[in-house]
């Protein structure tokens, strides 16, 4: 849903040479697309704020049951998600650390470079 209000928008703003000013303004600054892309994306975060929420409460009606199998099963479901977790950030970790590592000349280009140019070279 968020990509298809993306893909309509931008179709908009290039599609029409009145609207392309619209897009010319959001690229302005970047708070202006920050906050465009943010109520582009507020039905997705907004069932993801009521699925946290609802998640929340099923933890604490499982921790305030009375039954000592569904704390069980509570506590089981927790460890689980808090371990999922953690092995989200190790997965999703390493190619930053990569990146961190290992400098790919190419890619730096604001870096100066060691080597003289050919130019400069004297012949005799």
């Known amino acids: 849903m968020t990509g298809t209000s993306v893909l309509i928008i931008y179709d908009t703003c290039y599609g029409n040479s009145d609207m ?14 920050v906050c465009c892309l943010i109520l582009m994306a507020y039905p ?3 069932l993801a704020v009521s699925t946290l929420a609802l998640l929340t409460a ?13 704390k069980i099963l509570t506590a089981v479901t927790y460890l689980t ?5 953690v092995l989200a950030v190790y997965v999703f970790s390493a ?9 790919n000349p190419a ?10 140019k050919g130019d400069s070279t ?3």
């Open 58 to 70: 099923v933890f604490i009606a499982g921790f305030t049951s009375d039954k000592l199998f569904v």
């Open 95 to 103: 190619p930053w650390i990569d990146s961190m590592n290992d400098r």
């Open 44 to 46: 997705s975060l907004a």
């Open 122 to 124: 004297v012949f005799h």
């Open 107 to 116: 890619d730096s280009h604001d870096l100066p470079s060691p080597e003289p």
């Open 81 to 85: 998600l808090a371990l999922l977790g």
């Open 20 to 33: 392309k000013r619209i897009l010319n303004s959001l690229k302005r600054s970047r708070l202006r697309l």
